[in-house]
Nanobody, 123 residues
Framework: QVQVVESGGGLVQAGGSLRLSCAAS????????MGWFRQAPGKEREFVAA????????YYADSVKGRFTISRDNAKNTVYLQMNSLKPEDTTVYLC????????????????WGQGTQVTVSS
């Protein structure tokens, strides 16, 4: 059974930093891309960032470019999202996703999803 589990969310002041982690297990994920989305209550899911299996390709939403960095450790089937210069508008639930390619994730198409971790940025 595939499991995708996020961690690292919490409460931080504006301008601060958080590092999210997401561990995938239950099958072999060789060649899979991994990524992050976020979704506020009553709103559409929003793409945040994605990274290819090799790590050579990354893609970011314009709203987080220059502030967030995605990375991965394939030995641990884990993807990270380093979030710096956080803003109150970054407050929401962040979800991890695993899919066949960065392009598919950018278009919101993933094979596996996590349950999400809450990030709250106070002003």
């Amino acid at each position: 059974q595939v499991q995708v589990v996020e961690s690292g969310g919490g409460l931080v002041q504006a301008g601060g930093s958080l590092r999210l982690s997401c561990a995938a297990s239950g099958r072999t994920f060789g060649s899979y891309a991994m990524g992050w989305f976020r979704q506020a209550p009553g709103k559409e899911r929003e793409f945040v960032a994605a990274i290819s299996w090799s790590g050579s390709t990354t893609y970011y939403a314009d709203s987080v470019k220059g502030r967030f960095t995605i990375s991965r450790d394939n030995a641990k089937n884990t993807v990270y999202l380093q979030m710096n210069s956080l803003k109150p508008e970054d407050t929401t639930v962040y979800l991890c996703a695993v899919g066949p390619s960065v392009g598919m994730l950018v278009n919101g198409r993933a094979d596996y999803w996590g349950q999400g971790t809450q990030v709250t940025v106070s002003s």
